[in-house]
Structure formats: C-alpha cells, structure tokens
C-alpha cells in the first residue's frame, strides 16, 4: 500500500509535540504541532496552520465539542484515530488530571457522522484491536473487539 502522505508535506499535528511528531519529522515531513491551547475554547486556533494534511491522533475524544475543531482545519486532508466505544468497559477516567480523560467515545459511525457534518469525507478508514496480558473477561473479549478507530477524510466544504 502507498503511503498517504509523503515528504515533504507540511503536517498540523494536532496536539502538543510528541514522539510521533519527532518520527514524522524524521520522515522529511514538515510538523507544526498546536501550542496546548485548550481546542474546546479556541477551536479557531487550528486556522491559522498551513498544512498538506491535519493529523489528530486521539485528540478528538478529549474535546467537548471536537465539531469546531473539525470546521477550523483549512488543510484538505486529514488523518484522525479514536478510541471506539467498548460494550464492557466504561469510558477512560483519570481522577488524578483533568485532561487525561475521555468525553468522547464514539462508535465509528458517530465519529464518520462527525466527520460528515463538520464538512470532510471518508476515503478510508481501518478498525484495530488492543490485546492487554491480563486475565480476565475483559482481556479477553479486546482480543477480538476493535478499540481503535483512524480515517483519512478529504475537505469537501
């Protein structure tokens, strides 16, 4: 398979710099990331990046209202993942940070709806799982339900 994005593409990477920006960067890709400014409240500061391709690597389950995040982007592309709903497990809670937490997570269709809505289409997506070595119940049943969820969506407004 191609790759979707090739050097030297200039990527907004949403969040603050991390490992994965550092990769990228290694690429030959050009990386902006965003300064931890809080999304929920200034949504708008994703438009001032000049970008080939927003990435958002499970950002968007972190927001209240990731719709005005979705409608900032001005890049044309973009290359999101979430964590999907799990059936037998309660969403991600950190009592000790206040950021290190969930508000969202979405089935894939909410989040494809989410997409649509906010004005980007689909043209393709993968589901995967994440195994932990622990016993028990809940162990088991990640062995073969999808937890992740990432998509590449293209502007259509």
Request: glycine share 4%; proline share 6%.
């Amino acid at each position: 398979m191609e790759p979707s994005v090739v050097a030297p593409a200039r990527i907004l990477d949403i969040g603050t710099r991390n490992a994965f920006s550092v990769i990228m960067e290694e690429k030959g890709l050009v990386v902006s990331n965003t300064k931890g400014e809080d999304l929920d409240d200034y949504p708008e500061s994703v438009a001032v990046y000049e970008a080939d391709v927003a990435t958002a690597f499970e950002i968007f389950e972190h927001l209240l209202n990731p719709l005005g995040v979705l409608r900032a982007i001005k890049a044309p592309r973009l290359i999101a993942s979430i964590p999907l709903s799990l059936w037998f497990d309660k969403a991600y809670r950190n009592h000790n940070d206040r950021w290190d937490q969930h508000y969202h997570e979405f089935e894939d269709w909410q989040f494809d709806w989410l997409l649509e809505k906010s004005g980007w289409t689909i043209v393709r997506s993968e589901k995967w799982t994440s195994p932990v070595k622990k016993p028990g119940i809940r162990p088991i049943l990640r062995l073969f339900t999808p937890r992740y969820y990432i998509v590449e969506a293209h502007r259509t407004k």
